[in-house]
């Protein structure tokens, strides 16, 4: 059984490109919502091997989806790994401090998340 991916971005063209660059890496189960409360109930019920989401989101942000998923879920935690259009140095600490595993930078060819989700999973 493949690696279940799982991955949250407000903006549906990022989703699009994001699932494309998995896909292409061979991986294939992916699920992509475009709703932070969608994603963090969608973590709950379908157990994904790794969680991706943006740090911008509608009404919360990734950190706080990371803390939600990584505070509820006992011991069969997904990694998460939080990603930005918009490099901050400060994120990278805060998204330590919310349990993220990893935190990187969308770029057109997605190459540190792909990167980041091969070092994971």
Do not use: H, W
């Amino acid at each position: 059984m493949g690696k279940r991916i799982l991955v949250i971005d407000d903006n549906d063209n990022d989703l699009l490109i994001i699932e494309r660059y998995l896909n292409k890496a061979g991986y294939g189960e992916i699920s992509a919502v475009n709703d932070p409360a969608e994603g963090i109930r969608k973590a709950m019920e379908e157990k994904p091997d790794l969680v991706i989401t943006d740090t911008l989101l509608p009404q919360t942000d990734g950190f706080e989806v990371c803390r939600r998923i990584k505070g509820s879920c006992g011991q069969n935690c997904p990694k998460i790994i939080i990603v930005t259009g918009s490099i901050d140095a400060v994120d990278a600490i805060k998204a330590r401090q919310s349990g993220a595993d990893d935190y990187c930078a969308k770029t057109s060819n997605c190459a540190n998340i792909i990167e980041a989700v091969k070092k994971l999973i």
